[in-house]
């Protein structure tokens, strides 16, 4: 992640967090009760790059099931439903931001 985010980018860090915990949750650790969690955030620096290179959604989500699958041991496939509709709202989100 470059150095010196400006305010929209910084906003942007926040919303892939929340995104990443409420929405994707990959090993279901979010319930109703739970507040927003840094579990996932550890993730958010990947993320946030390939959404400031403008990757699109089949490369976004393909990340998430990469991720799922090589650093926590899920059986994620590729092109899945659930990654494809995170990854959607994170570019959602990112051209809402900071726009295309």
């Known amino acids: 992640m470059k150095k010196g985010l400006n305010k929209k980018e910084k906003e942007l860090i926040k919303h892939i967090s929340k995104i990443l915990w409420y929405e994707w949750d990959p090993i279901g ?5 739970d507040e927003w969690s840094d579990e996932y955030d550890g993730y958010v620096p990947s993320i946030f790059n390939l959404l400031i290179e403008g990757r699109d959604g089949f490369k976004v989500s ?24 995170v990854a959607k709202k994170l570019i959602d989100a990112k051209i809402k931001l900071i726009g295309e």
Do not use: F, R
């Not at 393909?62 to 509709?85: F, P, Q, V, Y």
């Open 29 to 33: 650790l979010h319930n109703e009760q």
């Open 62 to 85: 393909n990340h998430l099931t990469k991720l799922a699958s090589e650093n926590m041991g899920l059986n994620s496939i590729i092109g899945n439903e659930h990654d494809c509709k």
